[in-house]
């Protein structure tokens, strides 16, 4: 028997974070009082919490901002606006989340007319594709439309894409056809939203309660990134990144060489080199990601991130950038752990060829899969929230209690 990070495990055994025998899945509880009326937020109780949201995606977004003023590239956070292609604009803007009124003004003197939030300090932003998955060509994951939208304005709401103009008023008819010349309160209209995001919807519940449900494993020590270079050299190919490689060519194939490779996520795989495929004891494809994600892996928490932007407006704000905060974090352990020098960025090497690495490697994963799993279960909420619940004389909401996870130790493969 051998001691890893403190847990008695069995020769060989893996770190494994497990959900309690007993655990129920989660599960969707619908309050009454909430499904017959929506929350309403007053311009006095929903600014402030905007502008608050602005201020936070301004501070966990510094590090890029600083390096696109000075006109650099940043090997390790270009990642999160590059893979998940998305806009500080887009994390700047505050939503409150399906089955919330926002009024937009109290009709009287000071009523706001400019957002609290400012202008995104790191000014307009370049146009880009809105992120991956099954998107129309040009759409834009928040709802806006750049075309008829103004950001400065918090009344242009009403012109987003999948809202609708309410009353302010919780005792006047909440219908459909309320007049947009004068909106008095904006929300997500969840018909419309599911006409377009209905499948994604789905898609996103059956893989997030799949993946939270299954047992997460560890002892891959992000050799992904190893894998995805892998004999370049050899092949005469040029290799991902820039960075030089901390052991140079000859060394980091020999870690391939000298570890198992066991890659459960197949937009890490299918990056992989040739040569290094074969290396992979697993065989994830896309029409298995749902059966085979599991919360240990690093890359599937960081797409916690891709699936808010995927459900746009209807994610509350806090959410999004907690997700975005999750893979911003794993994004920095992913680079110390791979085969580049990124020293230049502060960062020491995580050296996974090392028995010291491989344990740090773990704890550090273990920690990620119980903020992943965390996040899973809010995520969850949210689409249960839009799928059990459909608008007819007024927006509903729904109020889900979930169960959370448990981290223990346990014998099991790598991810």
Known sequence: MSTVLGETTAPGARGTVVRPADAAPAQVLRSPERLRSPERLRPAEWLPVAAAHARRADELTAVWRAARAAGRKHAIEDFLFTYYPTRITHLRRWHPGAGVVLVLSDGGPGAPTADPTGPDPAGPDPAGPGPVGPEPAGSDPTGLDPATSDPTDPEDRTAWRWHRSVAADPDAPDTPDADPAAPDAVTLDLDAFLADRGDTVRYVRDLLSATAARPGTFGC??????????????????????????????????VVES???????????????????????????????VGMEQPGCLHANMDLYKWCLKLGPAVPGDLL???????????????????????????????????????????????????????????IEVCDTVLGTRPRTSTAATSIATQPSTVTAQNGTAS
């Open 321 to 379: 950038l907690d997700a975005f905060e999750l893979a911003r974090d794993i994004r920095w352990t992913d680079m110390a752990a791979s085969p580049y020098d990124v020293s230049e960025y502060g960062v020491a090497a995580l050296e996974i060829e090392t028995s010291q690495g491989k344990a740090e490697y773990v704890r550090r994963q273990r920690e990620y899969a119980r903020r992943s799993n965390d996040l899973r279960y809010r995520l």
């Open 221 to 254: 020590f992000g050799l992904h990134e190893w894998a995805m270079v892998y004999r370049d050299r050899d092949a005469g190919r040029d290799q991902r990144h820039p960075l030089p490689l901390r052991l140079g060519h000859a060394g980091t194939d020999a």
């Open 259 to 289: 570890n198992p490779v066991r890659c459960s996520h197949f937009d890490a795989f299918r990056f992989f080199t040739p040569e290094a495929t074969g290396r992979n004891q697993l065989r994830p494809t896309r029409a298995t990601q």
